[in-house]
């Protein structure tokens, strides 16, 4: 008895040393100099992994830092970037004073494109990385070199299309080819871009995470859709705030033709449509907007009624 409680002892101890499992993963940061866009896209067999590895800020560039996870490369490495040090010089001052450098992994884009992959020597296999101009991917724990060019290959297959959704393919790309090589857990998608948050007050334009899941990549995938069209929704309603009436127009009537494909966002996108016509002179086209949103959801009637932003419409709604 006395043999068993010892190693049970010993089994509870070994264990609190251990600490909780290293946030090992494949992930990608990129920017899309063009829009004015960066971000980071992440995927592990790890709990939450949105809240650890990807840092992004507008202007400015994008950081994944994951394995043996130091959590203040993300800001750090940001303030160095803001201060115009290039990705490569910002990733060998994080490295070169960081102790457990062997077991770290990260990778750096600036707002330019320029970019930086770091794979400590420490670090589980498959651990490795690839970059170029506007990405820098990286993964540990891997079945095999084989993600990692999968990624590369998605995200340079997918130029012209918006960040996120370059992003979601490296991820969609790196899991069919393997991905982590303990399963699927949890994912992220991270994009900064000035003024893109609610408002126009912050700079997250898509900020999505799965942190829990049997299947993160279709829930990831199924809330960037989700998020898409609330990002150009924000765009639109910041410019109309602004009184920049043909973009607000512009960016709503875009972020309406996207929330075709999500009925539970259409009818108050509609609604603001036809805030946002009526304000650019559609005022045909504002009263079809306001019908339509009405006979989606009734409850808009009553807000209708009261909204000083369609008051000019209201002798021909009543």
Known sequence: MH??????????????????PDPSTFSIAAADPANGEVGVAVASRFFAVGTVVP?????????????????????RGLDLLDRGV???????????????????????????????????????????????????????????????DAMERAFLDSAGKP?????????????????????????????????AGYGGFSDRA??????DHADPFGEIERLLGLAMVNDLWNRGWTAFTEKRFADA????????????????????????????RLAAGDREGASAALKRAVELNPKLAAQAKVDDDLRALRPVQD
């Open 163 to 195: 960040l996120g959704e370059r992003l979601l393919a490296a991820l969609k790309a790196g899991d069919a080819a393997g991905g982590d090589a303990r399963g699927r857990q949890s994912a992220a998608i991270l994009v900064a871009r000035d003024k």
């Open 206 to 211: 898509v900020d999505v995470r799965v942190d």
């Open 55 to 75: 840092h992004a800020r507008a202007g400015v560039g994008a950081i994944a830092t994951q394995a043996f996870c130091n959590t203040t490369f993300g800001p």
């Open 3 to 20: 043999r068993i409680l010892s190693l049970a002892a010993l089994l509870v101890a070994t264990a609190t040393l251990a600490g909780p």
């Open 249 to 276: 127009l512009r960016w709503q009537e875009q972020c309406t033709a996207r929330a075709e494909k999500v009925p539970s966002m259409l009818p108050e996108v509609v609604y603001d449509l036809a805030v946002i």
């Open 86 to 148: 290039s990705p490569t010089e910002a990733l060998d001052v994080l490295v070169r004073s960081d102790e457990g450098r062997d077991r770290r992994q990260v990778g750096i884009v600036s707002a330019k494109g320029d970019s930086a992959t770091y794979t400590g020597k420490g670090c589980n296999a498959w651990a490795g990385g690839r970059r170029g101009p506007g990405y820098a991917i990286q993964g540990n724990i891997l079945v095999g070199e084989a993600v990692v």
